[in-house]
């Protein structure tokens, strides 16, 4: 394996944080991943990816960089990547998803905070993350109360942060503003990278996005067959490197993959027996390396069949219409494939409901699990409603409210099993 110490060094991470942060990552990748029998060879290419998850891609974003390109990093799927990649620059998604720092991070922000948000500031302060060190801009965005405060501690202590507001109603209103910023955002790339965008630059951004959501959407449809071809855990790795791998070569990864798992539909080539419970996971996105449900639900006997989740199909569903001639016709196009996206941030939000039960259906799941990260405002307050209206169609449901630490694996174990054991 090549040494990138000196990239590392180059970058400002601290070196020692680094390394403890690596380790942890290499040894939950063996035990939560390498131990599942049966993978499909096509997440070889997801294994190597994660391998090389602070070397080779940050390498070529560096290289790119060198080259005058620009690096976006963004914290939630409403910054448009499209727009992003019609300047040339790099869109990464910036993980949040393991404790690092958290003493530091509470001088900061009070404890009672999302582990997501805890999460993006603990990196930031240890300088572990190479992604957001090499970034020329990163994009906050007015989401949840949280989200949007802690982007005022964390401008301090970054001179690069760009904060998007965003509506919370979906009105003509909202959707005035959601293209007001969409176009600062347009004009916040072109002066970051000097370039213009035209019919043509945005035309292949949107292609390029289309792509990789196209392949997402395979393969979350190959999920829907009775012989589960690919486990849960799998699927939300593709989901996760989604967000900051090469567009053009995720996609062809995640379509080779689609290719092997038709074949192993033909043969019935399966990684649950047949009557496995299937379980449709919906809340809180599960940002890299968060994998603590889906390992916790899997070895408790059932398999995941789908994320209601924007590291999931919220997050991929919905491609954009690229049939306008102008740009701002695209920017249109673009507004009206966004304001889909249904984040708890909106009201009302119903139709995150009317997804669960079509997503419900669609993978033939036979139980919910609500995910919510603890301190997770907006999509506490929704489960309730939630539970109701699927309880009602006789789907069960089990809420679970969780962070990122260990301390509750085992309570979480025996409450899924008994889920399980009900299904
Ligand atoms: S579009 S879901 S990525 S905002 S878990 S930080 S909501 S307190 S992440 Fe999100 Fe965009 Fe919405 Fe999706 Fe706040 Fe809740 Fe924490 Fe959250």
Redesign the pocket.
Known sequence: TTDYTSMWKDLGLDLTAHDALLGVLGQAYGDIYQSQKNRPSGMGYFDFVVSEVHGLRVKELMDAKAQGRKVIGS????VPEEITLAVEAIHVGLCSGADFAMDEVEKYLPRNT?A??KSAMGFKLAKVCPYLECADMVVG?N??D??KKAYEVMGSMMDNLYVMDLPQVKSSEGKALLKAEFLRYKDAAETLTGKTIDVTALKQGIALVNNKRKAMARLATLRHNASAPISGLDSLLANQIFFFDDPVRFTDSVNALCDELEKRIEKNVSVADENTPRILISG??MAVPNWKLPAIVESSGAVIVGEES?VGE??CRNLVDDSADDVDGLIDALVDRYLA?D???FTPNTERTDHIKEMAQASKADGVIQYT?N?????AMETMPIENELEATGLPTLRIETDYSQEDMGQLQTRVEAFVELL
């Open positions: 914290y939630c799927v409403f999302c997501l948000i965005e989401t949840c949280g989200k809180c996105p924007c919220r997050g996206i984040c708890a941030i990260l301190f997770c405002q907006p999509y």
